[in-house]
């Protein structure tokens, strides 16, 4: 519960600086790319809460990491005149929807196995 | 004293309950999950803001809307202009009443004001940019330009640029750009208005202030064209620019008014 509005907050003071916080139209590719990273190291925490494999250090590091990797991409493809950031954006939404696929999969199973009990003990009882 | 102690007990206690409490709900991952949450949804919220206050400008925009924009623009044009023409008609229907009203008079001075104001020949002021072209010291490849230095050509194609963007003043190094003002080269320095200029060239327009700067600042758009040569452009936007009047004398012998 404490837990919960924790976040909550730091989801609200998050809100109302991006409110107030002013991007100049050229940044706006770094930081659409950078959201692709964060929102793929969000999904990805998911799925590996899902498999009991989430460890903090590694969605922390995945999280800002990646952000800055994706960023830099953007940087050396306009120096190359290569949309090199494309490459991130591809791979990254990809990765977003197969850990969604995941995340899915296993709540869709939670449910039908909830279902199955129910019906399993609703026999029982009209023996 | 015994406030001190007071304090200290308080304190102590304070720092305990905090501590109890942190290790009772395991607040730490929240809270560095939090952290990155802040990060997602503060990024999140200044993109889409960017996004949103950005697609009425030019730049983003793909060739297919520009043309359609620009069709519809038209359009509007020429609804504009034909309101325009009506009440043209009107103010002549005003001018041939002899009636001397206070209608008239105010019509009659608003009209000398914009007048006056696209003739060039009051000062004014508003917001705008502000463009400094400086000389490059880069030598280029021989075929195409022999230097970097501001030609005429240069100048030219941003006060185009500058108008083309819907500015209504402009002056190089305080000369006022007027209908009929020349810019050339002439030898090694360049006449505005038959008068000469040197770099660095500062080149004030009224307008608004970001049609005009991403109309300089566009992709492949003169800005970059003037920086690959190696001519230094600084662009600033200001809210308060003030431009001279045209003070030369405009003389018109061979026009005449044809009605």
Do not use: W
């Not at chain 2, 009224?206 to 064209?225: C, H, M, R, T």
């Amino acid at each position: 519960m404490v837990g919960v509005i924790i976040l909550i907050g730091f989801v609200i003071a998050g809100f109302l600086t991006g409110l107030n916080l002013v991007i100049p139209y050229v940044y706006s590719k770094y930081i659409a790319v950078a959201i692709l990273a964060c929102l793929d190291s969000v999904f990805g925490a998911f799925t590996a809460n899902i498999d009991k494999k989430f460890r903090i250090n590694i969605f922390l590091s995945g999280f800002f990491g990646n952000a800055l990797i994706a960023m830099f991409l953007v940087f050396i493809g306009d120096k190359l005149n290569v949309d090199i950031y494309l490459a991130a954006v591809i791979v990254f939404s990809g990765r977003l929807l197969n850990n969604f696929s995941t995340i899915r999969r296993e709540y869709i199973q939670k449910i039908d196995n909830k279902v199955n009990r129910e019906k399993n003990k609703n026999k029982i009882e009209k023996i | 004293m015994e406030k001190d102690i007071l304090k200290k007990i308080f304190s102590n206690n304070t720092k305990e309950a905090i501590v109890r409490f942190v290790k009772k709900h395991s607040v730490m991952p929240y809270i560095l999950i939090g952290v990155t949450m802040f990060f997602l949804t503060m990024m999140l919220t200044a993109q889409m803001k960017t996004v949103n206050s950005t697609t009425e400008i030019l730049q983003g925009k793909r060739e297919s809307q520009l043309i359609d924009d620009l069709v519809q623009l038209q359009r509007k044009y020429n609804d504009l202009k034909a309101d325009h023409d009506e009440s043209v008609k009107i103010v002549e229907e005003y001018k041939s009443n002899s009636a001397t009203n206070s209608q008239l008079i105010s019509s009659m001075t608003d009209e000398l004001k914009r007048l006056s104001i696209s003739s060039g020949t009051v000062n004014v002021k508003g917001e705008g940019i502000v463009i400094v072209l400086t000389d490059g010291t880069k030598v280029l490849e021989p075929d195409l330009r022999q230097d970097s230095l501001v030609h005429d050509s240069d100048l030219l194609t941003v006060v185009n640029e500058l108008k083309a963007a819907g500015a209504e003043a402009i002056s190089i190094n305080g000369q006022r750009v007027i209908a009929t003002s020349a810019i050339r080269c002439a030898g090694p320095i360049i006449q505005v208005n038959y008068q000469r200029v040197a770099a660095p060239f500062t080149v004030k327009a009224i307008g608004n202030a970001q049609y005009l700067e991403s109309a300089i600042n566009i992709k492949n758009g003169v800005a970059d064209l003037l920086r690959e040569i190696g001519i230094g452009v600084k662009i600033t936007r200001e809210k308060d620019i003030k431009i001279q009047k045209f003070d030369g004398a405009l003389n018109f012998e061979n026009a005449n008014i044809d009605e």
